[in-house]
Each structure stands twice: as structure tokens, then as C-alpha cells.
């Protein structure tokens, strides 16, 4: 069982950055893929980010590749997501989660556990 509880988010202005972090309970963690999702009102939850457990490998929605980076410190239980240049449509609950393994990263369904969302608001 993991639980994960995520922290960071707030209101920041367009240009600005913000660094969004999941706390990982569980002495298995650096076994778990992880990766970082968002969901926007009246939108379908939607990848951003995800990280692998044996080689740190990073994994990016194309859109977002150069502006996020995902990081994880096994050491301390924790995933990273820094967020730069923010744009109001960054706007959004982000969530954390851990999957098993496997190598499909991209789809929601393959997370085995979530975290409850931190929110983030750009403005313009």
C-alpha cells in the first residue's frame, strides 16, 4: 500500500514557476514508476510527466517537454514536478501517483495509487 499526499500548489502569475511535491509513504517506493497528472474543470484527466523506478527515466507529455521537469529522490520518498514558465492554461488540480511497473506510463488507468491533488491557478 502507498499513500501519497502532494504539496506545492498555489496561485502564481503567467512567466512563473512553481515547484509541485509528492510525499510517499511505504519502504518499497523506489520500486514504483511514478508520474504526475492533471485534470482541468470540465476536462478529462490528462498525463504530464512520469518517472521510472530502476534508471530515473523521464517521460513527458509533448506538449509540456522543456517547461516541466520530473525528478524523484528515493531517498526522502518523494517525486518532484518543476514547473516553469507557467500559462493560465497550466491551470489545474495536479495529481501523483504510483503504478506497479510495466512501461505504459502515459494512461491514468495504469496507476495503482493517487494522490488527492494539489491545486495550481496561472493568471494572466
Known amino acids: 500500500q502507498v499513500q501519497l499526499v502532494e504539496s506545492g500548489g498555489g496561485l502564481v502569475q503567467a512567466g512563473g514557476s512553481l515547484r509541485l511535491s509528492c510525499a510517499a509513504s511505504g519502504r518499497t517506493f523506489n520500486t514504483y514508476p511514478m508520474g504526475w497528472f492533471r485534470q482541468a474543470p470540465g476536462k478529462e484527466r490528462e498525463f504530464v510527466a512520469a518517472?521510472?523506478?530502476?534508471?530515473?527515466?523521464?517521460y513527458y507529455a509533448d506538449s509540456l517537454r522543456g517547461r516541466f521537469t520530473i525528478s524523484r529522490d528515493n531517498a526522502k520518498n518523494a517525486v518532484y514536478l518543476q514547473m516553469n514558465n507557467l500559462k493560465p492554461e497550466d491551470t489545474a488540480v495536479y495529481y501523483c501517483a504510483a503504478k506497479y511497473g510495466g512501461t505504459n506510463y502515459y494512461e491514468a488507468y495504469n496507476y495503482n495509487y493517487w494522490g488527492q491533488g494539489t491545486q495550481v491557478t496561472v493568471s494572466s
Open positions: 518517472i521510472n523506478s530502476l534508471n530515473s527515466n523521464t
